[in-house]
């Protein structure tokens, strides 16, 4: 059964296009707004309108929502390539391969690290949303790295609460073109969803505060590799500055990188890495982790030292 919303537009989202402000309102991705615009699910004032056009204060938003869907299930299926790098009676902490989502989510049909968690029989926390309980931080399924998982509820709770204060030291390696200058700062610039491409993201004028600070640790004629250390957690951070620096990560087509380079370094992704995790374990003490690189990631790097001679 579908559910009919009636909204009015407030003073605040006058002018702003339908699939950002209906997004907002009702919580949905803009995606989501824009295939219910183009299915005639969406009007303004009685009048259909799409996903682009412009919101009027004061006017009513007429939405018809399909019926809920059922939550997500996590799939017990085994992981290939996934380690598990510590585990106790908290925590568990893994080492995730690439093309791995961390939790099931609508439109992903491969493996993820809940699913292979539960296939290699380790229970963790119930708290959180069905499909990711447990579930204190994310990496994207481009990227590879050290991630940890609550086991048990006090865990999840002290770890939720120590990456929303930032009292979790994240370091990423990444591969960027060029030769950021200064080889050592800091990018703070706010990030939020392209204004075009609803799957990318973009530095824009208002959007969320984006903290990341870099030093370069090894530097190529054609390319760096620096460590990162985030101090906010936005979706396609790392992506996303360098990009705006001009120095986006070697292999992100996505956002801006060459090509040419990709291809003469046999690299098929983005080169970003989850390199370390250090944190208060929720029993006491300070613990630390860290992951290698890939074979893939290795092997570029390897090419840029030998291109280099």
């Known amino acids: 059964m579908s559910d009919l919303r009636n909204l009015p537009v407030p003073e605040g989202l006058d002018g702003m296009r339908v699939d950002a402000g209906l997004a907002k309102m009702l919580g949905l991705s803009r995606n989501a707004v824009a295939t219910l615009a183009e299915s005639g699910d969406v009007l303004l004032d009685g009048t259909p309108v799409g996903k682009s056009d412009r919101l009027v204060a004061g006017s009513w938003l007429e939405v018809t929502l399909p019926a809920a869907q059922q939550p997500l299930q996590v799939v017990a299926v085994p992981v290939d390539g996934m380690k598990i790098l510590h585990q106790d009676d908290d925590i568990v902490v893994v080492d995730k391969p690439i093309g791995v989502a961390v939790h099931p989510s609508p439109g992903w049909e491969g493996p993820t690290v809940v699913g292979g968690l539960a296939a290699a029989g380790v229970s963790i926390a119930t708290s959180g949303a069905a499909e990711r309980q447990g579930v204190v931080h994310r990496l994207d399924a481009g990227t590879t790295g050290v991630m940890v998982v609550a086991k048990s509820e ?15 030291d994240k370091r990423y390696h990444a591969v ?11 990018i703070d610039a706010p990030i939020d969803r392209h204004p075009r491409h609803d799957y990318k993201f973009a530095v824009v004028t208002g959007g969320k505060p984006s903290i990341t600070h870099y030093e370069t640790v090894e530097a190529f004629r054609a390319a760096s590799l620096v460590d990162v250390k985030l101090e906010t957690g936005r979706t396609h951070q790392i992506r996303v500055h360098f990009s705006a620096i001009k120095h986006p990560c070697v292999g992100d087509l996505t956002y801006g990188a060459d090509p040419v380079l990709a291809r003469r370094l046999a690299i098929t992704r983005q080169w970003l890495h989850a390199r370390s995790l250090s944190f208060e374990h929720p029993a006491g003490g300070w613990v630390s982790y860290e992951s290698e690189y890939p074979d893939d990631l290795q092997h570029a790097l390897d090419e840029l030292r030998d291109q280099d001679g």
């Open 176 to 186: 960027v073109q060029g030769h950021p200058d200064p080889s050592r700062g800091t």
């Open 154 to 168: 006090h865990a999840y709770s002290v770890l939720k609460r120590a990456f929303k204060e930032r009292t979790v």
